[in-house]
């Protein structure tokens, strides 16, 4: 599968790839990509199967996801890259880490462990909201926020989904989503990894302090499989750290991508 992707930076610079969350589009990380890329990487931020202007299909899992990013990688050429990904992304990252360690260089996961989780109620009323949008018939951008207004009653949530509605040539709207493909195969968005096999590279975890979806008690199996992972805790954040905390977010990876971690170290909660 052909993936659509932005690319900043000069080439030949050493390669990070930015691998979006469920939901998402290349587009969340340009900010993030284009300040990156001006000290010293070459930044991919594809779009995955299913979202924004990469093909669509059926099948929506994690072996396939994590088969696109292989394919990308060799299609591009890209040599020993960086990966990072939040959310969906950080899963496929570390899937792609441990099948294929001698690929990477380092692995920055943004809030995602690989245990299993159970079904989230608040995916389920993203999906019914999205569907209960009839985008054929509204006429801007700020009419879709206030239909969308009575399902998600986070504002946050609402502009991040409404990054996926897209103007055509025509002036109708679309969705830049597969939103059945990704309805059908929800459930398969919560599998965990098994393995018992390890990434020995460097690896740096951030977590939100209001997320649940990496917990202390989830610190020792992360460890088993990545055993130099460090674990870095965002205060008042929740699982859209990036978003929430920025200039706090970029400082942490930058120390880390760039080797220079003691400015995050001295600043953060480091587990």
């Known amino acids: 599968m052909k993936l659509f992707y932005r690319r900043y930076g000069k080439q030949g610079n050493q390669p990070l790839i930015i691998l979006h969350g469920l939901f998402g589009i290349s587009d969340n990380w340009v900010t993030y990509g284009r300040r990156i890329a001006m000290e010293g990487f070459e930044v991919f931020i594809p779009d995955q199967r299913n979202h924004g202007r990469s093909p669509r299909s059926e099948t929506f899992n994690y072996i396939a996801l994590t088969e696109d990013l292989f394919d990308f990688i060799d299609d591009n050429n890209i040599i020993n890259p960086i990966i990072m990904g939040h959310s969906m992304g950080g899963k496929v990252a570390m899937m792609f880490a441990l099948e294929n360690p001698e690929f990477t260089k380092k692995l920055i996961v943004i809030d995602i462990s690989l245990k299993a989780y159970g079904p989230r109620k608040s995916h389920l009323k993203i999906i019914e909201a999205m569907k209960k949008l009839n985008v054929k018939d509204i006429k801007s951008r700020r009419e879709a926020e206030t239909i969308l207004s009575q399902w998600i009653k986070e504002e946050r949530v609402r502009l991040f989904i409404l990054k996926n509605l897209h103007r055509k040539p025509d002036g109708t ?84 991508l760039t080797g220079n971690p003691s400015w995050y170290k001295n600043n953060f909660n480091y587990g």
């Not at 096999?197 to 992360?222: A, M």
């Open 173 to 256: 709207f679309e969705w830049l989503i597969n939103i059945d493909a990704i309805e059908n195969n929800l459930d398969r968005m919560f599998d965990g990894i098994q393995t018992l096999t390890q990434y020995q590279k460097p690896t740096l975890f951030i977590r939100g302090e209001l997320s649940d979806y990496i917990l202390p008690e989830d610190y020792k199996s992360i460890r088993y499989n990545f055993p130099n992972a460090e674990i870095v805790t965002i205060e008042g954040a929740s699982h859209w750290v990036h978003a929430e905390a920025p200039e706090k977010f970029y400082q942490i990876t930058y120390g880390f």
